[in-house]
T-cell receptor
Framework: GNSVTQMEGPVTLSEEAFLTINCTYTATGYPSLFWYVQYPGEGLQLLLKATKADDKGSNKGFEATYRKETTSFHLEKGSVQVSDSAVYFCALSDRVAGANNLFFGTGTRLTVIP | NAGVTQTPKFQVLKTGQSMTLQCAQDMNHEYMSWYRQDPGMGLRLIHYSVGAGITDQGEVPNGYNVSRSTTEDFPLRLLSAAPSQTSVYFC??????????????FGPGTRLTVT
């Protein structure tokens, strides 16, 4: 079946520190991979995505590379800001009969302190 | 565009009561879905739909019903609420069909407490 395992949190970093949030997956087919972000009191927003092996998704200074050989999609950012404080979810898409169903990891809460 | 809207934002129910969580989108998306978010468990898919008149079960469908009579609306019904249904519920929508996966747009969520 499909599943996503995500680094446990919470993660607390100082401003300008380097961020890595680990994500590995199990899938029956060839999934697409996503990182979503949830700011306090809001719904989820797509942060970045990758649709095939070796693709790199990037947005707002965040990056993640689809590694099929290690079934991983780790999220990185070189210098975090206080405004990056949020919960980050790794997810994969199971495209069944045109559906766009997502399987999520448990989420990692990031707090960035000035 | 309002995007994906959900009502109510908060709700408290007693065990055994019924209610409907509303979800609407104005982006003409074929695909709509409901997820529940529980601490330490991420989001789990309850039900989904790829178009009007078509619905299917997700990972955790028990205790919930859905219908899709229009493209815009996708209500989630709890027929007899249980404390285990205390959660935050998110509705999402996207285009459907073949090709690369389309971005899903999420509503702001409904926080439901069942006592």
């Amino acid at each position: 079946g499909n599943s996503v395992t995500q680094m446990e949190g919470p993660v607390t970093l100082s401003e300008e520190a380097f961020l890595t949030i680990n994500c590995t997956y199990t899938a029956t087919g060839y999934p697409s991979l996503f990182w979503y972000v949830q700011y306090p009191g809001e719904g989820l927003q797509l942060l970045l995505k990758a649709t095939k092996a070796d693709d790199k998704g990037s947005n707002k200074g965040f990056e993640a590379t689809y590694r099929k050989e290690t079934t991983s999609f780790h999220l990185e950012k070189g210098s975090v800001q206080v405004s990056d404080s949020a919960v980050y979810f790794c997810a994969l898409s199971d495209r069944v009969a045109g559906a766009n169903n997502l399987f999520f990891g448990t989420g990692t809460r990031l707090t960035v302190i000035p | 565009n309002a995007g994906v809207t959900q009502t109510p934002k908060f709700q408290v129910l007693k065990t055994g009561q019924s209610m409907t969580l509303q979800c609407a989108q104005d982006m003409n998306h074929e695909y709509m879905s409901w997820y529940r978010q529980d601490p330490g468990m991420g989001l789990r898919l309850i039900h989904y739909s790829v178009g009007a008149g078509i619905t299917d079960q997700g990972e955790v469908p028990n205790g919930y019903n859905v219908s899709r009579s229009t493209t815009e609306d996708f209500p989630l019904r709890l027929l007899s609420a249980a404390p285990s249904q205390t959660s935050v519920y998110f509705c999402a929508s996207s285009y459907a069909g073949g090709g690369p996966p389309y971005e899903q747009y999420f509503g702001p969520g409904t926080r439901l407490t069942v006592t």
